[in-house]
């Protein structure tokens, strides 16, 4: 139990474009999700908390219009990088809160390269 | 600042020894603690927690200790085996009382663990 996906695992794309990533919940529901990146050897970095039916909460740096996050159902989270450029290229990953249970399920996080 | 820190960027030990990864902490609202282990390209595994009422938590061959005077936590595995060879995160969260536990993590830079046949 406790299985959250990420989609796509990779994406490449051009400067400029937006590209949008899913994270989702399996097998429970979550009303929070949490979006972190993660920059060659270095530790996850908190970028925003997904709640269920209300705007998201971004963390200190990270820009809202930029990163824009969807909490559509209490199963599913979309990320989305607007107008990507080289600097946005990492390891995003996600989490979900099992309710109850007090701890975060990652998914397997989707690696992005803006060319 | 880095509320959370893993000091030690590696570690090697032999199969069937214990491995001692350790953890320091600066923010005294932190009130629960988590080991994550993590491969390459992939998201972080859950491994093990611990609230801040306690200060012990064993689960297998993993076992957590907090010193909360100290603000040190450390992950004992033992036996080590191969298959333990991965970057350790430690998290921290605070939930304040009556909380449950599923706040914002911050994260430690997290130990490479090596563990040789």
């Known amino acids: 139990g406790a299985v959250v996906s990420q989609h796509p695992s990779w994406v490449i794309c051009k400067s400029g474009t937006s590209v949008k990533i899913e994270c989702r919940s399996l097998?429970?529901?979550?009303?929070?999700m949490f979006w972190y990146r993660q920059f060659p050897k270095q530790s996850l970095m908190l970028m925003a908390t997904s709640n269920e039916g209300s705007k998201a909460t971004y963390e200190q740096g990270v820009e809202k219009d930029k990163f824009l996050i969807n909490h559509a159902s209490l199963t599913l989270s979309t990320l989305t990088v607007t107008s990507a450029h080289p600097e946005d290229s990492s390891f995003y990953i996600c989490?979900?809160?099992?309710?109850?249970?007090?701890?975060?399920?990652f998914g397997p996080g989707t690696r992005l390269t803006v060319l | 600042d880095q509320q959370v820190k893993q000091n030690s960027p590696s570690l090697s030990v032999q199969e069937g020894r214990i491995s001692i990864l350790n953890c320091d902490y600066t923010?005294?609202?932190?009130?629960?603690f988590l080991w994550y282990k993590k491969y390459p390209a992939e998201g972080p595994t859950f491994l093990i927690s611990i609230s801040s009422i306690k200060d012990k938590n064993e689960d297998g061959r993993f076992t957590v200790f907090l010193n909360k005077s100290a603000k040190h936590l450390s992950l004992h595995i033992v036996p080590s085996q191969p298959g333990d060879s991965a970057v350790y995160f430690c998290a921290a969260s605070a939930h304040g009382a009556g909380g449950t536990s599923y706040g914002k993590l911050t994260f430690g830079q997290g130990t490479i663990l090596t563990v040789h046949p």
């Open positions: 923010n005294s609202m932190f009130d629960y």
């Open positions: 097998d429970f529901q979550a009303t929070t």
């Open positions: 989490s979900a809160v099992l309710a109850g249970a007090g701890t975060q399920y």
